[in-house]
T-cell receptor, first 117, second 116 residues
Framework: AQKVTQAQTEISVVEKEDVTLDCVYETRDTTYYLFWYKQPPSGELVFLIRRNSFDEQNEISGRYSWNFQKSTSSFNFTITASQVVDSAVYFCALSEARAGNNRKLIWGLGTSLAVNP | DTEVTQTPKHLVMGMTNKKSLKCEQHMGHRAMYWYKQKAKKPPELMFVYSYEKLSINESVPSRFSPECPNSSLLNLHLHALQPEDSALYLC???????????????FGPGTRLTVL
């Protein structure tokens, strides 16, 4: 069965610290997609990144970077020089590529990040 | 900026009321979703519409009734809800592409529902 584990329930850092959010997944499929979403206190889920299972290149977008390692089934997310605006709940999610339109995201429980000034 | 809008932002209703949540997307997507999210939990999928047809119903109680009038609009009709239905209701949309590709879901800001 598919599963996503975010072992860190809550993380608290001081502004300008680097922080890594862990995501470990389980799937029997060879083709799948991984996602990260950010949910600030306002409630909206903001899409951050999608990565397919055939692309193991790391990605960097400004202060955000993602490390995808199939060997350890992990898709970790690092925020460099954290800012107060990064305070949010971050969700990792897994989806399999399937024929047709009946696809579903499998969500981790989320990591609540607090960045203190 | 999100191109998925939801109204109202907040809704308080009694258990005998009938109300509707509305969602609109302006991205030309052909798949739309309703999720329910309780505090400190991930979103739970409720319904999926693909090309205006209901394709997934995750065994949601009949007091929740979805409707997709056209490819841009998605409604969720609420009737005889229970206090435990209080939650954040999120709408999302994605490109519905055939051939097994999984599409990114883009979410609206949500409706915070309180049932008294």
């Amino acid at each position: 069965a598919q599963k996503v584990t975010q072992a860190q329930t809550e993380i608290s850092v001081v502004e300008k610290e680097d922080v890594t959010l862990d995501c470990v997944y389980e799937t029997r499929d060879t083709t799948y997609y991984l996602f990260w979403y950010k949910q600030p206190p306002s409630g909206e889920l903001v899409f951050l990144i999608r990565r397919n299972s055939f692309d193991e290149q790391n990605e960097i977008s400004g202060r955000y970077s993602w490390n995808f390692q199939k060997s350890t089934s992990s898709f970790n997310f690092t925020i460099t020089a954290s800012q107060v605006v990064d305070s949010a709940v971050y969700f990792c999610a897994l989806s399999e590529a399937r024929a047709g339109n009946n696809r579903k995201l499998i969500w981790g429980l989320g990591t609540s990040l607090a960045v203190n000034p | 900026d999100t191109e998925v809008t939801q109204t109202p932002k907040h809704l308080v209703m009694g258990m005998t009321n009938k109300k509707s949540l509305k969602c609109e997307q302006h991205m030309g997507h052909r798949a739309m979703y309703w999720y329910k999210q309780k505090a400190k939990k991930p979103p739970e999928l409720m319904f999926v519409y693909s090309y205006e047809k209901l394709s997934i119903n995750e065994s949601v109680p009949s007091r929740f009734s979805p409707e997709c009038p056209n490819s841009s609009l998605l409604n969720l009709h609420l009737h005889a809800l229970q206090p435990e239905d209080s939650a954040l209701y999120l709408c999302a949309s994605s490109q519905a592409v055939a051939g097994g590709h999984t599409d990114t879901q883009y979410f609206g800001p949500g409706t915070r529902l309180t049932v008294l």
